[in-house]
Every structure is written in C-alpha cells, then in structure tokens.
C-alpha cells in the first residue's frame, strides 16, 4: 500500500505542477495584452499605464455607482 500512495502523490504533484505552469503563462500572456491595449487606446497623454489603470477603474465605480442610484430612482418611480 505504501508504493502505491507513493506512485498517487508523485502523479498529483505532476498534474498540480503542470497546471500551475500552464495557470502562470496564460496569467502572463493575459497580463501583456492587457498593458498593451491599456497603451493603446485607454491611456492619456502623459499618464502611464498603471495609472491609467487606476483612473479607469475609478471611473468604472462611478459610473456603477450612479447607475445604482438611477435604479433605486426609477424604483420608486414605478412602485
């Protein structure tokens, strides 16, 4: 019994480590794109991308915010 407990583990940790690897670079591949299109078409002159980043994600809960609010309106509007 304790070979074979021996053979799971050592399949386990193969399996769990090659998940992470292909986790890791599908992670960083993502994370490039995004900095990229970021660069491209969200970023103001002047502002790097990190602080684009934080700028839109401001702007992102503003706006859910105000829509939040919007529907409380239109709410009470139709009870």
Do not use: C, H, P, W
């Not at 591949?29 to 970021?38: A, R, S």
């Not at 660069?39 to 700028?55: N, P």
């Not at 706006?63 to 939040?68: F, I, P, R, S, T």
């Amino acid at each position: 019994m304790g070979k074979l407990k021996d053979a799971n583990k050592k399949i386990e940790e193969g399996v769990v480590g090659g998940y992470k690897k292909i986790e890791d670079s599908v992670v960083s591949g993502y994370k490039k794109v995004e900095k990229k299109f970021v660069d491209k078409f969200l970023r103001k002159d002047g502002e790097t991308v990190e602080e684009a980043k934080e700028r839109i994600k401001k702007e992102q809960e503003e706006l859910e915010e105000k829509n939040k609010k919007l529907v409380e309106e239109s709410q009470k509007y139709n009870q």
